[in-house]
């Protein structure tokens, strides 16, 4: 594993635009502590401070933060793609099996990668999280400090199963952009099946009850919106707008078994291809 690491990072660390995303992707998360402290003066007339909205109050914080940082993994979606992409375009992914690289270890050497930096980017948010939390929060309690923590191992899925499917995709048709333009077709597709389902052929509940197998909106679901929750704490009275809310471990098996599908699809793809 450590020699598939070391040849995998020495590849992307020579890219410079490769390097430029990863160094990228680990400052953003830190970005947060930035935004945390700003307060927003309109003119004089009054002052946004988001933390006396208590956005950032245990347990809140463990939810709130995840969930909008996981939208920056698009960041690495570009690096997973490329470096798929550029194998193929530099022709280098035959020179990798000359130089005795199996086809397994080729993949396997993209996926170590991959854990390892889901691994980096989920420590760094739960350390992020954790410092505006305590610098923030109201609550010091441990108990309470530690209430919804699961969200950082729900963002380690989420992280993982994305940069599965980017390898899969990346794999399958070989160019950075169309890999790209296939994820999005894929999720509006998606979208318009929930639709279909939701409008047409079955009822909201049957329609979520199914499309929660869905590769996206098996995503989405492992980190659902936080907004709700806000204003349920906000403003008591609007215990209307109550919601499930949690992370559930079906959810998690869910994503295991896409992540072990796109791998398996990959290796199945490399193994019959010629290269």
């Known amino acids: 594993m450590k020699r598939l690491l ?18 990228v992707s680990f400052i953003v998360p830190f970005s947060v502590l930035i935004l945390s ?27 709130i933060i995840p969930f909008f ?3 920056f993994k698009l960041f690495f979606a ?29 993949l396997l050497s993209k996926f170590y990668f991959i854990l390892v930096y889901t691994a980096l980017s989920t420590l760094f948010i739960a350390i992020a999280t954790l410092l505006i939390g305590l610098i923030h929060s109201s609550h010091t309690d441990l108990s309470i400090i530690m209430m919804d923590i699961e969200f950082v191992a729900a963002y380690f899925f989420k992280l993982l199963g994305f940069f599965s499917l980017c390898l899969f995709m990346a794999v399958l048709i070989k160019r950075s952009a169309f890999a790209l333009g296939a994820m999005v077709v894929t999720a509006f597709v998606e979208l318009i099946i929930y639709e279909n389902l939701q409008w047409n052929w ?3 509940e049957i329609a979520t009850n ?8 098996a995503l989405y679901n492992l980190i659902n919106q936080p907004i709700q929750r806000i204003i349920m704490i906000s403003s008591p009275d609007k215990m209307n707008l109550a919601y499930d809310y949690a992370v559930h471990w079906y959810e998690i098996v869910i994503i295991i078994a896409w992540t072990t ?3 398996c699809a990959s290796y199945w793809l490399l193994k019959k291809r010629d290269l």
Not at 6 to 23: A, C, V
Not at 210 to 217: C, I
Request: no cysteine; net charge positive; glycine share 4%.
């Open 69 to 71: 940082a996981s939208y």
């Open 78 to 106: 570009l690096i997973v793609v490329s470096m798929i992409a550029n194998e193929y375009s530099n022709r280098t992914v035959k020179q990798n099996l000359i130089d005795g690289l199996s086809k397994k270890e080729f």
């Open 6 to 23: 070391q040849i995998e990072f020495q590849k992307l660390w020579l890219n410079k635009m490769s390097r430029f995303l990863i160094i």
């Open 261 to 263: 599908l796109y791998l």
């Open 37 to 63: 402290s700003i307060k927003i003066d309109f003119f004089g007339y009054f002052t946004i401070d988001l933390a006396q909205t208590g956005i950032f109050n245990f347990p809140l914080i463990w939810h």
């Open 202 to 204: 079955a009822n909201e």
């Open 210 to 217: 199914v499309m929660m197998f869905a590769p996206f909106t």
